[in-house]
C-alpha cells in the first residue's frame, strides 16, 4: 500500500496542534482551574469590589480561553510562514520525504508513535519531531491512512 502527500502546514494545522498539546496536558488542567476560579471570584465579588479590580478579573477571565490561544495563533501563523512545502511518501519500506531538492528515508523502526486527533494525524519521530497531516490533506483516506500506520507501527 502507498499514500503520497505534498502539502504545507498552515498556520491553523499549527495551531491546532499547539490546543491539543496545551489543553490535552496538565497545563491545560491548570487554565481550565484557574478559569473557573477567576470567574467564580469575579461573579462573587463584582458588586462590592472597585473598577481596578473588576479590570483585571474580566482580563483574568479571558487569559486562556481567549486571549492565549490568539498569542498561540499569531505565533502560529508566523511558523507556517516560513514553512515550505514537503512531500511524504508512505509505503511498506517507510516514509519518503521530501523538501526542495533533498530527500530522506524514514524507516517505520524510526517512527516513535502515531496520534489520531479529530483534525489531524501525527507521526512522530521521538517526543519533539514528526509529521503534521490534517485532514485536509488526507481527506477521505484518514480512517485507511490511520489503519495503514497502525499495521506498520506493529511489525
Same mark, same amino acid.
Not at 498561540?72 to 526542495?100: C, E, M, N, P, W
Not at 489520531?116 to 497531516?133: A, D
Given at each position: ?37 477567576? &470567574?467564580? &471570584?469575579? /461573579? ?11 479590570? #483585571? ?9 481567549? /486571549?492565549?490561544? &490568539? ?14 512545502? #514537503? ?7 517507510? /516514509? ?9 528515508? /524514514? ?6 508513535? #502515531? ?5 489531524? #494525524? ?26 495503514? &500506520? ?6
Amino acid at each position: 500500500m502507498r499514500y503520497e502527500y505534498t502539502y504545507r502546514n498552515t498556520g491553523m494545522d499549527i495551531w491546532q496542534l499547539s490546543m491539543y498539546y496545551i489543553y490535552g496536558s496538565m497545563v491545560g488542567v491548570c487554565n481550565v482551574i484557574f478559569t473557573a476560579a477567576v &470567574l467564580t &471570584l469575579t /461573579i462573587v465579588r463584582w458588586e462590592t469590589s472597585g473598577n481596578l479590580f473588576r479590570v #483585571i478579573a474580566v482580563l483574568g477571565c479571558f487569559l486562556f480561553p481567549v /486571549i492565549q490561544p &490568539l498569542a498561540v495563533y499569531g505565533k502560529a501563523k508566523k511558523q507556517a510562514a516560513t514553512s515550505h512545502d #514537503i512531500r511524504l511518501r508512505f509505503d511498506d519500506t517507510g /516514509i519518503h520525504v521530501g523538501q526542495g531538492e533533498e530527500n530522506q528515508d /524514514i524507516s517505520w523502526n524510526k517512527i516513535r508513535r #502515531i496520534a489520531r486527533k479529530p483534525s489531524m #494525524i501525527l507521526v512522530f519521530l521521538n517526543s519533539t519531531h514528526g509529521f503534521v497531516l490534517p485532514n485536509r490533506i488526507l481527506k477521505e483516506e484518514k480512517n485507511d491512512f490511520y489503519t495503514f &500506520l497502525s499495521s506498520r507501527m506493529k511489525k
